[in-house]
């Protein structure tokens, strides 16, 4: 099962637009991730936040997590071509088993 | 580029058939974790391996089993492959069991027929 769950499923937009992505889950947790993958390869570390940690920025990324609402945003400003990608957020469920649950993911499509 | 790398890239088996995925961590990780995406959707969890011993199991059956080496390398087993387990297995490496930054192999593509 997956605690995550991204919205929207799929996005399109044009070059130099912002793209946001949201994400809720389930249970408490430790911390929050986001990672990208490309053409159905494997994943890259984005950012991670942490439960006590409201927002955080990297480069042209932008995180928030609201934990009262189990929810998470992405933000890429000014997007780019090479933007285009699955976005999936991954939550650690404060569980012992040391695994990420991941959501269905976001695919994002940017437009040159 | 990650530094974890995964062999083979792309395999093709029979249902019934048995496989054996490989997985090489990156420099200085002691920790595996073993995903499985299917297509269209977000990894899942199958378990985890820290200093050769299993670490945490998901919700997957007997079948898929797991070693890790003293070099910390990885191998995934899958026996009685069924139709389903079709998907992208994907490999991580971290440098402690925890759930903080993971660090994902390329995959290895398995479909069963």
Same mark, same amino acid.
């Given at each position: ?112 | ?47 985890? *391996? ?21 070099? *910390? ?29 993971? *660090? ?10």
């Amino acid at each position: 099962s997956q605690q995550g769950e991204e919205d929207p499923q799929a996005l399109s937009i044009q070059e130099g637009e912002n793209a946001t992505m949201n994400c809720s889950y389930k249970t408490s947790i430790n911390n929050l991730q986001w990672y990208r993958q490309n053409s159905g390869r494997g994943l890259v570390h984005l950012i991670l936040i942490r439960s006590n940690e409201r927002e955080k920025h990297s480069g042209r990324l932008r995180v928030t997590l609201d934990t009262s609402k189990k929810s998470s945003s992405l933000l890429i400003t000014a997007s780019r071509a090479a933007d285009t990608a699955s976005y999936f957020c991954a939550t650690d469920g404060n569980n012992a088993g040391n695994m990420l649950t991941f959501g269905g993911g976001t695919r994002l499509m940017v437009k040159p | 580029e990650t530094g974890v790398t995964q062999s083979p890239t792309h395999l093709i088996k029979t249902r019934g058939q048995q496989v054996t995925l490989r997985c090489s961590s990156q420099s200085g990780h002691n920790t595996v974790s073993w995903y499985q995406q299917a297509l269209g959707q977000g990894p899942q969890f199958i378990f985890q *391996y820290y200093r050769e011993e299993e670490n945490g199991r998901g919700n997957f059956p007997p079948r898929f089993s797991g070693l890790q080496f003293p070099n *910390y390398s990885s191998e995934l087993n899958v026996n009685a492959l069924e139709l389903d387990d079709s998907a992208l297995y994907l490999c991580a490496s971290s440098s402690a069991p925890s759930t903080d930054t993971q *660090y994902f192999g390329p995959g290895t593509r398995l479909t069963v027929l």
